[in-house]
Every structure is written in structure tokens, then in C-alpha cells.
């Protein structure tokens, strides 16, 4: 089965309504290859904006979304929230909320159950630091990331999994096609090898990490990148580009 290919744009905790307003005109309005599935992630506050403003069939994003119902958790957003407010993906493990806001990978993967299990469907993203990188400790690293997935999640078709390398995010730094087409073979090996084979021919393997609309093509030609996770640029009317890169 060929995989869809994928962009999703991350706006972070950027934007105000007037510039969100814009970057939605920008896509409602720009002539999108319609092959590509495209999913935006704007802030908390503007997801309702968005999902009432945006053509429909560009998908929006939570940036998080809590493993728990409802009830007592400041801050947190439920999946019914989500759903209520039409909002049916969520970005989950990003590197900034494992490093900054400390979400350990069995958090990340219990919730990434939580919401796959109940209609949301997830960009779950791993990847390791310069560090580890260094350290010749990347596919060790992103392996003990999946596999604390592997121990909570049974349904992998809602999940799209996002290879951003921490040292590669927001730094102008961007893997080399070598480097990253390494890596998404080994996540897709590991899939084959630890969950099924139809899961690893399937499940759709991204890069983030300095994407624009210059290196995109490159990267988007090797066999196992599947789309793009986007920062920075898909504030830019460029993320334009980006999508339409696969051709
Ligand atoms: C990201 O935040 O997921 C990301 C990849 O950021 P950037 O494209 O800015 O590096």
C-alpha cells in the first residue's frame, strides 16, 4: 500500500489571531497537491479559530492532549474537548515537552493510547540529542522511545510517527538525506521487527528539523520519509511549498 504523504505544520506557541487569520487565508486560498494529507498545530488558544476558519480538508492539531477523561487537571486538554471542538489530531512527545516539561516517554505513550484509543489520532514525535548523536547512541535512543509506545499502544493506524532530531529543531541545522533516510529505515525495521510488517509498511515516518522549502525536496525522495513535520517555516507562506514538494 503506498503511504500517503504527510505534512504537518507545528506553529509552537507562536501567533496572534491576526497573524493566524493570515496563515489560514494563506492556505484556504493556495492550490494544494491533493495527495498530500495536511495537518496544521496552532496554539491552545487558536484551534477553535482555525478548525472553524480552515478549508476542511487540512486536519488541525492539538499540541498536547491529557491520558485522563475529564476532571481535575489544570492546564490539560481532554480528548472530548478535542472531538467537541472538531479537533481530531493531536502532536504528542514533541522534544521540547520531553526536555522542557519533562514528559517521559511512558507519559507520551499513555497518552498517545489514551487519544488513539478515543478518536484522536496522533503525530507522535522521538528523536535524540547532539549528545547522543554523538555518542553513536541514535537508534538505541529512539528504539527505547518506541518501545515504551510498543507496551501501551495495540491500534498503530492512527499514529503517524514524527523522527525530529533534537539538534536539528529550530537550530537552521537540518539532517543530512543520508542521516535521516538512516534512521526512518531503522524505525521502519523496528516496526517490522516488534510490531508486524503491515504496521511498518503503513505507518508513515516524518522529518522535522529545519524543514523549508529549499531542503524539502531532497529529503522528501528518499524511500522511507513519508512527509514533513514543520516548525518555523510553516508560519511562512513557504509551507505553501513544502506541501506541494513531493511532485
Ligand atoms: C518542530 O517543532 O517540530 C520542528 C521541526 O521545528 P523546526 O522546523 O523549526 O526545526
Redesign the pocket.
Known amino acids: 500500500m503506498a503511504r500517503k504523504f504527510f505534512v504537518g505544520g507545528?506553529f509552537?506557541m507562536n501567533g496572534s489571531v491576526s497573524s493566524i487569520k493570515d496563515i489560514v487565508n494563506n492556505l484556504n486560498n493556495a492550490k494544494l497537491d491533493p495527495s498530500v494529507e495536511v495537518v496544521v498545530s496552532p496554539s491552545a488558544i487558536h484551534l477553535v479559530l482555525v478548525r472553524d476558519s480552515l478549508r476542511s480538508e487540512i486536519g488541525v492539531a492539538a499540541q498536547n492532549v491529557y491520558d485522563k477523561p475529564n476532571g481535575a487537571f489544570t492546564g490539560e486538554l481532554s480528548v472530548s474537548q478535542l472531538l467537541d471542538s472538531k479537533i481530531d489530531w493531536a502532536i504528542l512527545g514533541?522534544s521540547?515537552r520531553r526536555t522542557i516539561l519533562k514528559e517521559a516517554d511512558d507519559l507520551v505513550a499513555s497518552k498517545t493510547k489514551y487519544a488513539t484509543e478515543n478518536g484522536v489520532s496522533v503525530i507522535w514525535?522521538c528523536g535524540e540529542s547532539l549528545e547522543e548523536r554523538e555518542a553513536g547512541k541514535t537508534i538505541e535512543v529512539v528504539s527505547k522511545q518506541l518501545e515504551a509506545l510498543k507496551a501501551k499502544v495495540t491500534d498503530w493506524s492512527k499514529i503517524v510517527i514524527?523522527y525530529?532530531p533534537i539538534w536539528?529543531?529550530?537550530?537552521g541545522k537540518v539532517a543530512t538525506t543520508e542521516q535521516a533516510q538512516e534512521v526512518h529505515k531503522a524505525i521502519r525495521g523496528w516496526l517490522k521487527t516488534n510490531v508486524s510488517d503491515k504496521v511498518a509498511e503503513e505507518t508513515r515516518i516524518l522529518y522535522?528539523?529545519?524543514?523549508n522549502e529549499k531542503n524539502c525536496a531532497e529529503l522528501g525522495k528518499q524511500p522511507d520519509i513519508d512527509g514533513f513535520?514543520?516548525?518555523?517555516?510553516?508560519l511562512k507562506p513557504a509551507f505553501v511549498d513544502i506541501i506541494n514538494s513531493s511532485k
Request: glycine share 24%.
Open positions: 507545528n509552537k514533541h521540547e514525535c514524527a525530529e536539528a529543531i529550530g537550530t522535522g528539523g529545519s524543514v513535520l514543520v516548525g518555523g517555516a510553516s
